[in-house]
């Protein structure tokens, strides 16, 4: 028990201290995540709002599989990717593979199918009427979409909040496609893992508070989301 706490300590004073490798693996982490989260942002608030509101040809199987998809474990995406990455790879000539652009692809992968399953049901969750009384006062099609966005923001929100936390907190995916290599690739996942092999585990603790604090943060936002959500339901 003086052991963990010792070493729970060096890991606060590790933190306060402002380790540069340290806190250069938290900015890796949140780099590739929200750059992740923003390419897949918009595509797939897109891709959800047409699957609510078109019927196509098709349209319940492209629902099937973006639900599927979520199941899919990170390790998984993580191996095609890398056989797709790799110099025997048909995208090997790009020379992706073990780099940041490479992390980046595979955690959009990964939020991707959450953002669009979020988002479709929030808009299947939205009156109705919101489009036609926008297309009614005159509003353009990009117009009526964002007055719809804004009428579900709390549930977008609360996709967006979800995605970031799936990302951020994997590791499969980046340990193979990123390599874990240090000062460019290395995250807070990848790092944990490392330095708990390695048996040191004062950097994997303090990386693990920095993950808590995060978690802690994302869910008291997305709990205040859906509450809001709620409150303005039983308002309208």
Same mark, same amino acid.
């Given at each position: 028990?003086?052991?963990?706490?010792?070493?729970?300590?060096?890991?606060?004073?590790?933190?306060?201290?402002?380790?540069?490798?340290?806190?250069?693996?938290?900015?890796v982490s949140?780099?590739? &995540?929200?750059s992740a989260?923003?390419?897949?942002?918009?595509?797939?608030? #897109?891709?959800?709002?047409?699957?609510?509101?078109?019927?196509?040809?098709?349209?319940?199987?492209? !629902?099937?599989?973006?639900?599927?998809?979520?199941?899919?474990?990170?390790?998984?995406?993580?191996?095609?990717?890398?056989?797709?990455?790799?110099?025997?790879?048909?995208?090997?000539?790009?020379?992706?593979?073990?780099?940041?652009?490479?992390?980046?692809?595979?955690?959009?992968?990964?939020?991707?199918?959450?953002?669009?399953?979020?988002?479709?049901?929030?808009?299947?969750?939205?009156?109705?009427?919101?489009?036609? #009384?926008?297309?009614?006062?005159g509003a +353009?099609? *990009?117009?009526?979409? #964002?007055?719809?966005?804004?009428?579900?923001?709390?549930?977008?929100?609360?996709?967006?909040?979800?995605?970031?936390?799936?990302? !951020?907190?994997?590791?499969?995916?980046?340990?193979?496609?990123? %390599? +874990?290599?240090?000062?460019?690739?290395?995250? !807070?996942?990848?790092?944990?893992?490392?330095?708990? %092999?390695?048996?040191?585990?004062?950097?994997?603790?303090?990386? %693990?508070?920095?993950?808590?604090?995060? &978690?802690?943060?994302?869910?008291? &936002?997305?709990? *205040?989301?859906?509450?809001?959500?709620?409150?303005?339901?039983?308002?309208?």
């Amino acid at each position: 028990m003086t052991e963990l706490w010792q070493t729970l300590l060096q890991a606060l004073a590790q933190l306060a201290s402002g380790d540069d490798q340290l806190w250069g693996i938290v900015g890796v982490s949140f780099s590739v &995540s929200l750059s992740a989260l923003l390419i897949a942002l918009l595509p797939a608030l #897109t891709l959800g709002f047409v699957l609510a509101y078109y019927q196509f040809p098709g349209r319940w199987i492209a !629902i099937s599989i973006l639900n599927s998809l979520l199941a899919v474990p990170t390790v998984v995406v993580g191996l095609v990717l890398y056989m797709l990455l790799s110099r025997a790879g048909p995208l090997g000539d790009y020379h992706l593979l073990f780099t940041q652009p490479a992390m980046v692809i595979g955690q959009i992968l990964l939020c991707f199918p959450l953002l669009v399953s979020m988002s479709l049901s929030a808009f299947q969750a939205a009156d109705q009427r919101v489009l036609e #009384t926008a297309r009614t006062l005159g509003a +353009n099609r *990009w117009q009526a979409f #964002t007055t719809l966005l804004f009428e579900v923001r709390f549930a977008l929100m609360a996709a967006v909040v979800t995605a970031f936390g799936r990302i !951020i907190a994997e590791v499969g995916c980046a340990m193979m496609v990123g %390599g +874990n290599i240090l000062h460019h690739t290395r995250n !807070i996942t990848t790092a944990i893992a490392l330095e708990t %092999g390695k048996g040191e585990f004062v950097q994997g603790v303090a990386l %693990g508070l920095v993950l808590l604090s995060l &978690s802690l943060v994302l869910n008291v &936002s997305l709990g *205040w989301m859906q509450s809001n959500s709620r409150v303005l339901r039983q308002a309208s």
